[in-house]
């Protein structure tokens, strides 16, 4: 495998996988929609080709040529969600038809399964994943828990705001542990058509890890129950905000599920929290 292209490469997870295939020695493509601005903010290591999720023609120009794949899609609502997993993903393997592609993968969730489907993110991701496993086509689906880098996402000026009560343990991981094992994966041939559940080495509520952060960058934290975040997303329109309560709601009903198998990250909070930074 040579030329590995990274969809969503810009984006806040994908980013740091695109830099540690780049590490590894692989020759990367950052597909997006505006490669001037990528390229003036990334520099000139990688190779940026655009695309749309929405267009297959300009997907099949960015992709050609490609070994490897890794997707790194987004969304907020529930049509974003359907369009950039689903149909994104039907698009992108569209565009790969004739290609020869030694190994796809995608970003997924520690909560991609069946009973966690009420939620729109999970039922689309787990739709694509099953788009992958119908292409005949070697993949991985990465499902990691909560990234530490979400913290800083949750600050307002010197604020920190915990929706919730999201007082259930999360495993969070960071971003660069993630990137190491998505691309030590695509390099052992032998890691092929895998779910792959991620998850950090220790189990701290949504609570306890925002009063930390807030603790350490000396910021306070301000308490916002989900269900006014869901009243004021409603009200403001903001379908992000009715997103995030959403999910929060969600995590603070199911947890995270146990998994007897998964993937251990080894950076622990505390080694985190000393190099983070507040985005
Ligand atoms: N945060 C967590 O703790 C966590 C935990 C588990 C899983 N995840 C999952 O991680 C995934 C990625 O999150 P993220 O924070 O990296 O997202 P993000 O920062 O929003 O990045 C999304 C990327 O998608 C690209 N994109 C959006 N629409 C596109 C389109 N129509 N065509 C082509 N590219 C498009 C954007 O690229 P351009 O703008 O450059 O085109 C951007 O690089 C999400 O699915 C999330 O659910 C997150």
Avoid at 103 to 126: H, Q, V
Avoid at 161 to 186: E, K
Avoid at 208 to 235: E, I, N, Y
């Amino acid at each position: 495998m040579n030329v590995i292209s990274v969809i969503g490469g810009t984006g806040n997870l994908g980013l740091p996988v695109a830099k540690q295939f780049l590490t590894d020695g692989f020759k990367v493509r950052i597909i997006t929609r505006d490669k001037q601005s990528a390229r003036s903010r990334l520099g000139d290591e990688f190779d940026f080709r655009e695309a749309d999720l929405m267009d297959i023609d300009s997907l099949r120009g960015a992709l050609k040529g490609s070994h490897g794949v890794y997707i790194n899609a987004s969304g907020y609502s529930k049509n974003s969600y359907y369009e950039n997993h689903v149909l994104g993903t039907r698009n992108i393997l569209e565009a790969l038809e004739g290609e020869q592609v030694e190994c796809i993968g995608m970003i997924s969730t520690a909560s991609a399964y069946p009973e966690f489907s009420d939620r729109w993110d999970n039922k689309y991701k787990l739709e694509a994943e099953q788009l992958l496993r119908a292409s005949g086509l070697p993949y991985l689906v990465f499902m990691p828990s909560w990234f530490m880098e979400t913290l800083p996402r949750f600050r307002q000026k010197n604020k920190l705001i915990h929706i919730g009560p999201s007082n259930r343990p999360i495993h969070w991981l960071n971003a660069a542990d993630y990137a190491l094992i998505v691309s030590r994966a695509f390099q052992n041939s032998e890691c092929r058509n895998r779910r792959l559940p991620i998850y950090g080495p220790e189990g701290i509520s949504m609570r306890q890890a925002m009063l930390r952060f807030a603790d350490h960058h000396q910021l306070k934290v301000k308490r916002l129950p989900s269900w006014l975040a869901t009243f004021l997303g409603r009200l403001s329109r903001d379908e992000e905000l009715v997103d995030v309560a959403d999910l929060m709601q969600h995590y603070d009903r199911t947890g995270e599920k146990f998994v007897p198998d998964v993937t251990r990250t080894t950076t622990t909070f505390d080694n985190w929290l000393r190099t983070s930074s507040l985005g």
